[in-house]
């Protein structure tokens, strides 16, 4: 009664400045028994604790068991420093600029222990829009949680005592479905702007609504995005991605007006219908595939996210009088290149696109060789995948992507009996660059040592 006075007030608002001492909350309220937690994170607990440091398990592993799903991954927070940390475990390492963290690996698990952070210095290190760029300050827990960015995360639980430590009533706000900011929210986004996009990431996985007050600044602060570094962009997309809620997501960003200039061509994509019901259906089979637990690749989803500017470069660069195979790899290049310069994907992603992308003129070769030569492509699978989504969009008639999932099942008979006749000037062009029949050899001999193509 009293906060909902207090709110009324205030006009609404809620302050966020946290209590003094946290709710300490038992197990027989919130139900997390130790064995829920992964024998990694309670081995680290409990090894600093025995030696005197305070140790819990922190953030979004806390959060999902909450709500009764299954976390990816745990992280500790403790007050014991980063060369204490390492000191204590035989196979850790300290990594990180901006904030070091410890990566401590018990057996095949990986786990990511920070120092509890301090608040910010009125003289800390800024650019010029306002993003911290040097945090390597330690302090209190309190003072940690503070820093956290939303309430559903500065959770803390302590599996020698099987308790959730909440200071800004996170549990509460994850009872009432609203995913709600610590502190100012234009402050907190101007320190990192990656913010806004774990807010429309978190808001789609969980299922909670962004509470107003962070939600409002949003769409005009987005432009802050532009200032973050390509790599950092690149994985929180992938984080956004790769969440088993990309649909959702990726309609969020649209909606908050996140999406211009963060893909630099989805919002393109997405407003032509058959580009949006592409994407739409690539993303819809990732999310089945999260949700079944299968492996994904992000590969398919950039190269799917970007397909349809892929097309329309194509499409202008024949029309320019270049050949169908060189304008796909100019257009290819063009939109990769556009691409990189928002998000730092990686080398290798980059290279497994492009396989993509052209493998898919090869489909429509039938005829020959090429079908068995095509079969035994390293990406023929993706390449295939990618060749039933635009059957499924309506970019391309279903009856190549049928005859593509026949050949393949079919046995050897079977498939010479599928194959379509040569055009001639393909045979014509094949003969000039057989050599000359050698002496004792039959046409058939010498055709057969020429190989394939």
Not at 333 to 362: N, Y
Request: hydrophobic share 40%.
């Amino acid at each position: 009664m009293i906060r909902k006075f207090i709110s009324r007030i205030l006009g609404g608002k809620k302050v966020n400045a946290g209590p003094s001492a946290p709710a300490i909350i038992p197990v027989s309220s919130h139900g997390i028994t130790r064995d829920r937690i992964s024998s990694g994170s309670r081995r680290v607990c409990e090894t600093l604790q025995s030696h005197g440091h305070l140790a819990f398990v922190v953030g979004g592993a806390v959060r999902d068991l909450l709500i009764g799903a299954e976390p990816k991954d745990f992280d500790i927070a403790t007050n014991a420093t980063p060369e204490e940390i390492r000191r204590h475990f035989r196979r850790a390492r300290i990594i990180g600029r901006r904030f070091q963290i410890v990566h401590v690996m018990i057996g095949q698990e990986t786990l990511e222990v920070t120092t509890f952070r301090g608040a910010l210095a009125d003289n800390v290190k800024k650019d010029a829009h306002g993003r911290v760029l040097h945090d390597n300050v330690f302090g209190s827990q309190a003072e940690d949680a503070a820093r956290r960015d939303f309430t559903a995360n500065a959770l803390y639980y302590d599996p020698a005592r099987e308790t959730v430590i909440d200071y800004h009533h996170g549990v509460g706000d994850l009872k009432q479905k609203t995913l709600r900011m610590i502190g100012e929210p234009r402050a907190r986004y101007r320190e990192d702007p990656v913010r806004m996009l774990r807010a429309v990431r978190l808001a789609a996985k969980l299922g909670l609504l962004i509470d107003p007050a962070a939600s409002k600044p949003i769409r005009e602060m987005a432009v802050l995005l532009e200032n973050v570094p390509a790599a950092r962009l690149f994985d929180e997309m992938l984080k956004l991605l790769t969440s088993g809620h990309a649909v959702k997501c990726i309609t969020q960003l649209r909606d908050e007006g996140l999406h211009h200039g963060l893909l630099p061509l989805l919002d393109v994509i997405l407003e032509q219908p058959t580009g949006e019901k592409f994407v739409m259906l690539a993303l819809a089979t990732t999310d089945e595939r999260v949700r079944n637990n299968k492996s994904i690749a992000p590969s398919f989803l950039f190269a799917t996210l970007l397909w349809h500017e892929v097309l329309a470069h194509w499409e202008k660069i024949k029309a320019g009088g270049e050949a169908k195979i060189p304008a796909l790899y100019q257009a290819m290049d063009t939109v990769l290149d556009t691409q990189g310069e928002k998000l730092a994907i990686t080398r290798r992603i980059v290279g497994d696109i492009k396989d993509i992308w052209s493998l898919q003129p090869r489909f429509e070769v039938r005829a020959g060789k090429r079908p068995y030569a095509l079969l035994e492509h390293q990406r023929f699978r993706a390449g295939y995948d990618f060749l039933l989504l635009r059957a499924e969009a309506g970019e391309i008639n279903s009856e190549l992507a049928e005859w593509w999932t026949d050949f393949q099942n079919a046995d050897g008979e079977q498939r010479a009996t599928m194959l379509m006749p040569e055009p001639a000037g393909d045979k014509k062009r094949r003969r000039r660059r057989k050599k000359p029949a050698t002496a004792g050899l039959s046409n058939d001999d010498n055709a057969a040592s020429s190989g394939s193509e």
